[in-house]
């Protein structure tokens, strides 16, 4: 079973920016971060692969980046030019294998 810490959520201003942090306690393959609006379900935002390769959410893309440091288990969410639709909880993800798991989740928020 792996562990996982997010850090870095906020309240920020339309088109501003935020990063998240989140650390693993341990290397897994697929890396990435799912979000929740309220009211809504748990969507996928973007992951990144143990060999760099990437995915996002067609309404992310362009805005977020997703990085991660495979020597630190971590992995970064970059997010630019945030909108108010993008408020809600941001939960960490990874996979080993066939076991996925989430962290508890960080509450960004983008409102003027």
């Known amino acids: 079973q792996v562990q996982l810490v997010e850090s870095g959520g906020g309240l920020v201003k339309p088109g501003g920016s935020l990063k998240l942090s989140c650390r693993a306690s341990r290397s897994a393959y697929a890396m990435g971060w799912y979000r929740q609006a309220p009211g809504k379900e748990r969507i996928f935002t973007a992951v990144?692969?143990?060999?760099?390769?990437?995915n996002y959410d067609d309404s992310v893309r362009g805005r977020f980046s997703i990085s991660r440091d495979n020597a630190k288990n971590e992995v970064y969410l970059q997010m630019d030019f945030l909108r108010p639709e993008d408020t809600g909880i941001y939960y960490c993800?990874?996979?080993?294998?066939?076991?996925?798991?989430w962290g508890p989740g960080t509450q960004v928020t983008v409102s003027s």
């Open positions: 990144m692969l143990i060999n760099g390769a990437t």
């Open positions: 993800y990874s996979r080993i294998s066939t076991t996925e798991t």
